[in-house]
């Protein structure tokens, strides 16, 4: 298994998370996106849309962080680990827990990705984002995280789904953005439970 990644993006983050958490071997094939490196032949070769991650899995190739977290989830997040050994339900069994997963998904790619996530990119790698127009569009997301958080530990079910980790890299990078989380307790509470996983790695 190979994943082309970088290490500062949190699209990346979030699926060496999952791999990590489920104990998968891969090698890293560095792209370094804030060079440009996503832009040439050699890369568009691999993935003509130019952007990471992108996961090899034997014949398989998927690009798009949710995407990847999906498929490993089902491919390798069973109940049981797929293998007998203690894993993860990364992906609820059930189609109303699965679409709760998706609601998720979709709040990680539109209020912390064009919030907290451009919102860094402008102010880390000088990306021509509006920075105030976004940490706005965060705080929006972060409003949703906590209300729901507030009451519950994860947020679908009983434990940590791909729910989790997709919307918790940029909001882990939050300070990146200039956005605080002091106003959002529950939020604070849930980071911290996801850096006590097993097999949770950081960013560097």
């Given at each position: 298994m190979r994943l082309y990644d970088f290490e500062y993006s949190g699209n990346c983050w979030k699926v060496r998370l999952l791999l990590d958490m489920l104990g998968l071997?891969?090698?890293?094939?560095p792209v370094d996106s804030s060079r440009g490196?996503?832009?040439?032949?050699?890369?568009?070769?691999?993935?003509?849309?130019?952007q990471i991650p992108v996961l090899e899995d034997g014949d398989l190739r998927l690009w798009d962080s949710q995407?990847?977290?999906?498929?490993?989830?089902?491919?390798?997040?069973?109940?049981?680990?797929?293998?007998?050994?203690?894993?993860g339900a990364w992906l609820p069994p059930d189609p109303a827990g699965e679409a709760k997963v998706l609601q998720w998904l979709a709040l990680s790619e539109n209020e912390l990705l064009y919030g907290l996530a451009r919102a860094r990119a402008a102010l880390k790698?000088?990306?021509?984002?509006?920075?105030?127009?976004c940490q706005?569009?965060?705080?929006?997301?972060?409003?949703?995280?906590?209300?729901?958080?507030?009451?519950?530990?994860?947020?679908?079910?009983?434990?940590?789904?791909?729910?989790?980790?997709?919307?918790y890299t940029y909001v882990a990078l939050a300070h990146e953005a200039e956005v605080a989380l002091e106003d959002y307790p529950a939020v604070r509470a849930w980071c911290a439970r996801i850096a006590a996983l097993p097999g949770y790695r950081a960013m560097r």
């Open positions: 071997d891969y090698e890293r094939e490196e996503t832009q040439t032949a050699t890369f568009k070769a691999v993935s003509g849309r130019g995407a990847i977290l999906f498929y490993l989830a089902r491919r390798y997040g069973a109940a049981d680990g797929g293998d007998g050994s203690e894993g790698f000088g990306r021509p984002f509006d920075v105030a127009a706005a569009e965060g705080r929006a997301g972060l409003a949703v995280l906590e209300a729901r958080l507030t009451e519950h530990d994860w947020l679908v079910g009983e434990r940590a789904t791909i729910a989790d980790l997709a919307c």
